[in-house]
T-cell receptor, first 111, second 114 residues
């Protein structure tokens, strides 16, 4: 059974700090990984996709993928209170385009 | 990317009735999905809406309870039938789009069953 594991948190960081969100997955066939941000009462919003080992940067966000260790992480630099949300990690394999979602990590950025 | 709209955004329904949720995508997409999300919980996939054929349901979900239509590549409906309070949830439509088959979500339909 494909599983994506995340620490539910909450992860609390001060404003301006780096928030580090981690995710592990069980399916070695997973090739594509996604990070979604979900504000309370809203639907998930795609913020990062990563397909190759290494780092991918987009503004204040950096996604990291290590397929050998089967983990994905998301770093948020200069965290802002507006980053406070639940972050969902998802992975999909080449054989199925349906992602498997983790349960999400709640991030709280306090002023 | 894809822009997805859903109607209604919320509804309050009586036990035993049915509600149909509509999902519209701004571009043609090959795959559309329906999810359910309880407050504070993660996403649960209900089914994949297939264009021109019957939907593919996940374990625990059946066509009689959640009939789905997909008449074309931009539109789908989900009906929640014979509702009970346990069906109270947020129902989300999503679609795969883009060169890397990224999944985009609609704004959701908040359903309350009394």
């Amino acid at each position: 059974q494909k599983e994506v594991e995340q620490n539910s948190g909450p992860l609390s960081v001060p404003e301006g700090a780096i928030a580090s969100l981690n995710c592990t997955y069980s399916d070695r066939g997973s090739q594509s990984f996604f990070w979604y941000r979900q504000y309370s009462g809203k639907s998930p919003e795609l913020i990062m996709s990563i397909y190759s080992n290494g780092d991918k940067e987009d503004g204040r966000f950096t996604a990291q993928l290590n397929k050998a260790s089967q983990y994905v992480s998301l770093l948020i630099r200069d965290s802002q209170p507006s980053d406070s949300a639940t972050y969902l990690c998802a992975g999909s394999s080449g054989g199925s385009y349906i992602p498997t979602f983790g349960r999400g990590t709640s991030l709280i950025v306090h002023p | 990317s894809a822009v997805i709209s859903q109607k209604p955004s919320r509804d309050i329904c009586q036990r035993g009735t049915s509600l149909t949720i509509q999902c519209q995508v701004d571009s043609q997409v090959t795959m559309m999905f329906w999810y359910r999300q309880q407050p504070g919980q993660s996403l649960t996939l209900i089914a994949t809406a297939n264009q021109g054929s019957e939907a593919t349901y996940e374990s625990g979900f059946v066509i009689d309870k959640f009939p789905i239509s997909r008449p074309n590549l931009t539109f789908s409906t989900l009906t929640v039938s014979n509702m009970s309070p346990e069906d109270s949830s947020i129902y989300l439509c999503s679609a795969l789009a883009g060169d890397y088959n990224e999944q985009f979500f609609g704004p959701g339909t908040r359903l309350t069953v009394l």
